[in-house]
């Protein structure tokens, strides 16, 4: 994590320190950490059984997953629909007449990836309402909680399908996208249940959602380190990709002298080691060549094409145009020196997003209310709130990825650590039915 990413200032001003007092009691019964213990366990058993813990979107694994969310959402107490653009939406009315407030996030993940990134934002959004409706917590306004489909980059190169979906932000030509292996996005979104040519006419516009909030494992190793359990977020990092690929001409590996080749492994190398050095000489942000496809991809064939996607993130839009520009000149430079073109094509683009100031200082206030020590960071993971920032007012907590390990089997966050992270989230919601 880079330097300047850390901390950001706690700002604490008096008029959320009284809020809570009147619900602190029924707050601090909050959460059943058996229970949502139980829930995170059960959703880790719904998985790839080849790749633990893996449900992609729109697979069997995903699918099954959700129909046990759905239930839980139901037990909760939330009337449950799946909207247009594939999201799992629930919903309780509020004592008022109001937007709601969401909470949610997301229950697919990477291939091999963790039980806790996006699960415990939703089952712990889920736990919240069913705790709310226990101890007799009935809020100004309705609360919806929303599992957003595809949030993980999708085998069609789009990721927060479905929060885009929710924006206005799943573009034709998004919907478009496809892969040699699949039919195109909207196909399959059909096929999840979904209606492509609806997504537009439930657009949600700007104030239609009062608040949003978003409890999400750090991802990073910070709180672990400091071994302090939550932190409210200031703000997320933009995430750019770019599909480059690079056609060389595939030929014999035994006849084709060293001289008269176009390898394109060879010149998709030399990009992602110049593209690393680019990475590496910047501050306050990080890049990544993570994804990679050659063909014919033989022993014995020199490599003729090479498809890569390229990612630069930071907090700051102006540093991810520097690289933007740095990466398009080096691939110039090896292209002219290789005699081998090489394409870059924008695939996504998410501006960084602030979280609101009122919801800083909710969500500050809440953790600390929670464990004075909370910390107030800016996240370098992507996430379901870089979409519905574009039009609402976007809050966020963190608790500990140990040793700061994620989108990795072996990722893990304490079930104490999760319940407190329910907590918090429970008492930013009250503060933020009283501010919106
Ligand atoms: O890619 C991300 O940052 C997120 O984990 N989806
Ligand atoms: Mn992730
Ligand atoms: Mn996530």
Not at 77 to 82: I, M, P, T, W
Not at 232 to 254: C, D, K, L, W, Y
Not at 376 to 399: C, E, K, N, R
Request: a negative charge; one cysteine or more; charged letters at 25%.
């Amino acid at each position: 994590m880079p330097r300047a990413w850390r901390r950001g200032k706690p700002p604490i001003s008096g008029w959320v320190q009284e809020q809570t007092e009147i619900v602190e009691d029924s707050l601090r019964k909050i959460p059943d950490t058996e229970r949502l213990a139980a829930g995170i366990a059960s959703l880790a058993s719904i998985t790839d059984p080849e790749q633990p813990y893996t449900r992609r979107p729109f697979t069997e694994f995903f699918q099954k997953g959700r129909q046990w969310l759905q239930g839980e959402m139901e037990a909760a107490g939330l009337k449950v629909r799946l909207d247009a653009a594939g999201n799992l939406v629930g919903w309780q009315a509020g004592r008022e007449t109001l937007p709601p407030l969401m909470i949610g996030s997301h229950t697919d993940t990477v291939a091999g990836g963790g039980r806790f990134d996006g699960v415990i934002g939703i089952i712990g959004g889920v736990e919240v309402v069913r705790c709310f409706n226990e101890v007799g917590i009935n809020l100004r306004h309705p609360l919806e909680g929303v599992e957003f489909l595809a949030e993980e980059p999708t085998d069609f190169g789009v990721s927060t399908v479905g929060s885009r979906g929710m924006v206005g932000a799943l573009s034709p030509e998004l919907l478009d996208k496809t892969n040699e292996q699949r039919p195109p996005l909207s196909e399959a979104l059909t096929e999840l249940g979904g209606c492509p040519e609806k997504v537009p006419n439930e657009v949600r516009q700007r104030g239609d959602i009062a608040a949003y909030l978003e409890m999400h494992i750090e991802q990073g190793p910070i709180l672990d380190q400091e071994g302090i359990p939550l932190a409210a977020v200031t703000g997320i990092a933009g995430i750019r990709r770019f599909t480059v690929t690079i056609a060389g001409e595939p030929n014999h590996a035994g006849t084709t002298p060293m001289e008269l080749r176009r390898d394109a492994l060879v010149v998709a190398s030399r990009f992602v080691i110049e593209s690393e050095l680019i990475f590496r000489s910047e501050e306050d942000s990080v890049g990544t060549v993570g994804y990679l496809q050659i063909s014919p991809n033989m022993a014995n064939v020199v490599p003729g094409l090479a498809e890569l996607i390229v990612e630069m993130r930071s907090i700051d839009p102006g540093i991810i145009a520097r690289i933007d520009e740095r990466l398009r000149q080096k691939a110039a430079e090896i292209a002219e020196e290789r005699g081998i073109p090489i394409r870059m094509d924008p695939l996504t683009d998410a501006s960084p997003v602030q979280a609101d100031p009122r919801l800083i200082e909710i969500t500050t206030q809440a953790c600390r209310q929670t464990d004075p020590r909370a910390l107030v960071l800016p996240s370098g993971a992507g996430h379901d709130a870089t979409q519905v920032g574009t039009i609402a007012p976007i809050g966020m907590i963190f608790v500990p990825s140990r040793s700061g390990i994620s989108h990795n089997p072996a990722e893990w966050t304490d079930s104490e650590d999760i319940a407190l992270g329910v907590q918090a989230l429970a008492r930013a919601l009250v503060l933020a039915d009283e501010t919106f």
